[in-house]
């Protein structure tokens, strides 16, 4: 449905005016398909929809919940298949744990990556951790989630967020001192994600439009780094602490 109502906001734009990137690769929470039958029909799909003859960029998703092997035999061979009929500009996959960066991009060359929730506020890991390395190999980065599933917001946390509890509550603490000072700790969040130069693109998504309207304004505004320094302490200790995702062999 996403690419369905894109596909008709973007059907007047002219093509060059956006860059435009999915993922294919888990089509339910429990059902994955990384086979090379499935890339080839899952973009063609994604075409349709869309309504457009070719993608930006092309992510297989959440590759940690499957063998990786798969993923450097199979789909990466097919996305560049696709690569080549013109289908897609750049290709590459996306995911939570920073070891599967390694695991793949020292097997095979990709022309970009995605990670999410791990350059917030509160966990660094895929900076500390991943990114001198994506920046020798000349490899695109990507970073989604400044909000870190709403652990970084006002809002009610979801039942469904898997961060431990002492990283919840040191998230509400922030938030709280944060509220004190005046700023909404959504803010600050955004605005740090964004900061880093060695990031192309951070990736947030809201159905609420006056969310997206906000954060428009929020970024031109300057980072405040005296409530960064605080809030940052607060996390210090439970700074990079994050849960497991997937297959535990790929954490």
């Known amino acids: 449905m996403s ?16 860059t435009l990137c999915t993922k294919l690769g888990r089509y339910d929470l429990p059902h994955f398909d ?5 890339v080839a029909e899952s973009v063609d799909v994604s075409l349709h929809r869309l309504g457009t003859d070719h993608l930006d960029i ?3 998703h ?16 097919a996305l560049r298949r696709v690569q080549r009929q013109g ?41 500390d951790e991943t ?34 509890e002492n990283v919840k509550s040191a998230a509400r603490r922030a938030a709280e001192h944060c509220a004190k000072k005046g700023v909404d700790i959504a803010k600050l ?3 740090f994600s ?15 439009p006056d969310n997206i309207r906000n954060w428009a304004k929020w970024i031109e505004e300057p980072l405040g780094p005296l409530l960064l320094a605080e809030v940052q302490e607060i996390f210090k200790p439970v700074k990079n602490i994050g849960h497991v995702e997937g297959l535990p062999e790929n954490n």
């Open 58 to 60: 092309l992510l297989c």
């Open 194 to 208: 964004c900061a880093n130069s060695d990031i192309t693109t951070t990736i947030a998504g809201s159905a609420n």
């Open 131 to 164: 990114i001198p390395y994506l920046k020798a190999k000349g490899i695109g980065i990507l970073n989604a989630g400044p909000f870190s599933a709403r652990l970084l917001t006002n809002a009610p946390l979801p039942a469904w967020l898997k961060e431990p």
């Open 87 to 127: 289908k897609a500009r750049f290709i590459g996959f996306s995911g939570y744990p920073q070891k599967i960066f390694r695991s793949i991009c020292d097997q095979t060359d990709v022309d970009c990556v995605l990670s999410y929730n791990q350059y917030t506020l509160q966990n660094t890991r895929f900076a």
């Open 3 to 18: 690419e369905v109502l894109l596909g008709i906001a973007l059907r007047d734009a002219p093509r060059d005016s956006f």
């Open 34 to 38: 990384f086979s090379a039958r499935r």
């Open 62 to 77: 959440d590759i940690e919940f499957v063998k990786m092997q798969q993923i450097v035999d199979e789909t990466l061979p």
């Open 189 to 191: 969040a955004l605005q």
